[in-house]
């Protein structure tokens, strides 16, 4: 079965700082990944996709994240953080293989970002 | 236009007793999810509609959880005798089709005494 592994269960950083969430999955020839926000007491809001083509993806609000097949990891990333991307993030995985269950989602258990000033 | 709603937002209600959540999603979504976000387990997959297909309802973690889509569209997750540890917030989603971006629902925070 799929498994989605989010290192860091808190990141604290400052304002106009870099930030890098990082996301591993158990290996399988073809997925589709995701990384979702969920803001306080709200539902959770895609930030981007991979589904084929460039490994470099770019989403809302200045984040993008990296494919890697060979490191299975699929990291985010922004250069400079405001206050307001404090937030929890998940990144999910869609397994192609599964059988025929490939709608299924398998989550992470969330990375939660804090921006301090 | 109109994205995923839930109801209610909260619900409180004493071990043992029933409850009902419903989950309307987005005009046209043929496929329909819900997920089981709580502490120390992370969102857990419950079960699947895409159309008038049966269910996946691999997710579903007892037989005490059931859920049904009436008319392709608004469907409704039933608990009965409801326990503690069913205490959680539950996420309905909704996609134009399997294996597609998934837009979610504010969730209803299920709190179980």
């Known amino acids: 079965a799929q498994s989605v592994t989010q290192l860091d269960s808190q990141v604290p950083v400052f304002e106009e700082a870099p930030v890098e969430l990082r996301c591993n999955y158990s290996?399988?020839?073809?997925?589709?990944l995701f990384w979702y926000v969920q803001y306080p007491n709200q539902g959770l809001q895609l930030l981007l996709k991979?589904?084929?083509?460039?490994?470099l993806v770019k989403g809302i609000n200045g984040f993008e994240a990296e494919f890697n097949k060979s490191q299975t990891s699929f990291h985010l990333r922004k250069p400079s953080v405001h206050i307001s991307d404090t937030a929890e993030y998940f990144c999910?995985?869609?397994?192609?293989?599964?059988?025929?269950?490939?709608?299924?989602?398998?989550f992470g258990k969330g990375t939660l970002l804090t921006v301090n000033p | 236009g109109a994205g995923v709603s839930q109801s209610p937002s909260n619900k409180v209600t004493e071990k043992g007793k029933d409850v009902e959540l419903r989950c309307d999603p987005i005009?046209?979504?043929?496929?329909l999810y819900w997920y089981r976000q709580s502490l120390g387990q992370g969102l857990e997959f419950l079960i699947y509609?895409?159309?008038?297909?049966?269910?996946?309802k691999s997710g579903l973690p007892s037989d005490r959880f059931s859920a049904e889509r009436t008319g392709g569209s608004v469907s409704t997750l039933t608990i009965q005798r409801t326990q503690q540890e069913d205490s959680a917030v539950y996420l309905c989603?909704?996609?134009?089709?399997?294996?597609?971006?998934?837009?979610f629902g504010p969730g209803t925070r299920l709190t179980v005494l």
């Open positions: 005009s046209g979504h043929t496929a």
């Open positions: 989603a909704s996609s134009f089709r399997r294996v597609n971006e998934q837009f």
């Open positions: 509609f895409q159309g008038n297909s049966a269910p996946d």
């Open positions: 999910a995985v869609s397994d192609l293989n599964s059988g025929g269950s490939n709608y299924k989602l398998t």
């Open positions: 991979y589904l084929s083509g460039s490994t």
């Open positions: 290996s399988s020839v073809s997925v589709y």
